[in-house]
C-alpha cells in the first residue's frame, strides 16, 4: 500500500537536487583535474615556467609588441588632421607634436627588439610599448584641461582621458601571468590617479572615480584573457614537446633544451652533468611478450627516473630505450649519488617478474672539459657503451671509473 504522507513531487525534488549535486561535484572534480596547483601557479607568476615555455612566451610577446607598435606608429599621426580642426591654437599644434613623437617612439620599439627567447628582454619589450601612451597621457590630459573647450571639441577631448583604458584592454592579446597584469597595468591605473589627485581632469570628479572602478576591471579581465593564452600555451608545448608513450622530453626538444643549458653552464662557469641510461636486453622484451608489455616496461622506468630527480632536473628520451638525464649544477660526485639512488630504487620489474637493469654512463663538462652541449653527450655515450661490453648493469664514470 503506498504511503500518502509522502508527496511525489518531494520526491522528484529530491531527485533533482541529487543530480545537480552530482553534476556540480562531477564538474569540480573535472576542474580540479584540470587546473592542478602546480598549473594555477604557472598562471599566478612567470619564476616556474619551463625553460622550453619561457622561450616560446618570449619569443610571442616580442612579436606581438613589435606589431602593435608598428601598428599604432602608423595610426597615431592620423589623428594630427583632426587635433588641427577641433582645438584652438596653440593646444592643436602641441598636441600635434606630441602625436609625432609618440609616432617616432613606437617606430623605434618596433625596430629596435628582434625576435628573442629571452623573458628579460620581453618584458622590457612590452614596458617599453606601455610607457610611450603613457607618457602621452600625462603630458596630453594636463595640456587640455588647461584649454576652455566646449562642444565637439569638449566630446573629443574627452577620449585623451580614456586612453589608459585602450592599452590596458591590449594586454590581452600577450601570454602573461597575474603577476605581469598587475605590474603592467599599475602604470596607467596610477598615471589616472595621479591626474585626479593633480586636478587635471578632464571629466568631472563623479566621473573619474567610475572611470577608475572600470579601467581597474578592465585590467582584471584583460589579465584573465593573457592568463587564458598563457594556459593554452603551455599545454601546446607541453603537448609537442613531450613523448606520448613515457611522457619525458623528446630528443628534438631535448637538444634544444640542452643547447639551453650548456650555453648557460658556460657563461656561468657552473658545472653540467649528463647520464645516459641504457635499458638492458629490452628488445628481448618486446620479443617475447610483445610490445604492449614492453610499453609498460618503459613507463615503468621512467616513473622510476623521475623518482631521482630534482624539480631543474631534465629527463629526455634519447632513443627507443635510451634516456638521458640532464643535472644542471651538479658535479661528477653530485651524478654519482643521483644514480646511486637510482640503482637503489631500481628501475622496475620486467613482465617475467625480474628487475629492469640499464647500463649508465656519466658525464660532466668541467671534468670533461666538452666543447660543446653534443660532445657531452658523445661522452656519456661511450661510456654506457663501456658499461654495456663490461657485462650491463653497472656505470661508467669520468676516468673510466666503474661502480657496481
Do not use: C
Not at 604557472?42 to 619569443?59: E, T
Amino acid at each position: 500500500m503506498r504511503d500518502e504522507s509522502v508527496d511525489p513531487r518531494d520526491l522528484k525534488s529530491g531527485t533533482a537536487r541529487r543530480g545537480t549535486s552530482a553534476y556540480f561535484d562531477g564538474a569540480l572534480a573535472r576542474f580540479s583535474r584540470e587546473v592542478s596547483r602546480a598549473i594555477l601557479h604557472d598562471l599566478a607568476v612567470p619564476g616556474a615556467h619551463s625553460p622550453l615555455v619561457q622561450r616560446r612566451r618570449a619569443g610571442l610577446i616580442v612579436s606581438r609588441v613589435r606589431w602593435v607598435a608598428a601598428v599604432f606608429a602608423v595610426l597615431t599621426p592620423l589623428w594630427i588632421g583632426v587635433d588641427l580642426s577641433i582645438f584652438p591654437e596653440p593646444l592643436a599644434w602641441w598636441l600635434a607634436g606630441l602625436r609625432v613623437l609618440a609616432s617616432a617612439a613606437f617606430a623605434a620599439v618596433a625596430l629596435a627588439f628582434r625576435n628573442t627567447e629571452d623573458m628579460k628582454v620581453a618584458n622590457l619589450a612590452l614596458g617599453a610599448l606601455l610607457a610611450i601612451p603613457t607618457v602621452f597621457f600625462l603630458i596630453s590630459d594636463p595640456l587640455v584641461s588647461g584649454y576652455p573647450i566646449e562642444g565637439m571639441a569638449q566630446a573629443l577631448a574627452a577620449g585623451y582621458a580614456f586612453l589608459p583604458f585602450v592599452m590596458v584592454a591590449g594586454l590581452s592579446v600577450f601570454p602573461i601571468t597575474a603577476l605581469e597584469g598587475a605590474v603592467f597595468s599599475a602604470p596607467l591605473v596610477l598615471a589616472t590617479i595621479g591626474i585626479v589627485a593633480g586636478d587635471f581632469e578632464l571629466l568631472p570628479f563623479r566621473t573619474y572615480l567610475g572611470a577608475l572602478w572600470l579601467l581597474g576591471l578592465i585590467a582584471v579581465v584583460a589579465t584573465l584573457a593573457g592568463m587564458s593564452q598563457l594556459h593554452f600555451m603551455i599545454q601546446l608545448v607541453n603537448q609537442a614537446s613531450h613523448d606520448a608513450l613515457t611522457k619525458v622530453y623528446t630528443r628534438r626538444v631535448g637538444e634544444e633544451l640542452l643547447d639551453v643549458q650548456f650555453s648557460t653552464a658556460m657563461r656561468s662557469g657552473s658545472t653540467l652533468s649528463l647520464a645516459f641510461v641504457d635499458l638492458d636486453n629490452f628488445k628481448s622484451v618486446n620479443d617475447r611478450y610483445g610490445h604492449e608489455e614492453g610499453d609498460n616496461t618503459l613507463r615503468k622506468a621512467t616513473d622510476q627516473l623521475r623518482k631521482v630527480l630534482r624539480r631543474g632536473d631534465i629527463l629526455i628520451r634519447w632513443g627507443g630505450e635510451e634516456f638521458l638525464v640532464v643535472m644542471p649544477g651538479t658535479d661528477e660526485k653530485g651524478a654519482r649519488v643521483a644514480i646511486e639512488r637510482l640503482r637503489a630504487e631500481g628501475l622496475g620489474q620486467r613482465p617475467d617478474g625480474t628487475e629492469q637493469t640499464a647500463s649508465i654512463g656519466v658525464a660532466e663538462r668541467t671534468a670533461d672539459n666538452a666543447a660543446d652541449w653534443a660532445d657531452l653527450v658523445e661522452k656519456a655515450d661511450q661510456r654506457m657503451y663501456v658499461a654495456k661490453k663490461s657485462g650491463k648493469d653497472r656505470v661508467v664514470t669520468i676516468g673510466d671509473e666503474t661502480f657496481f
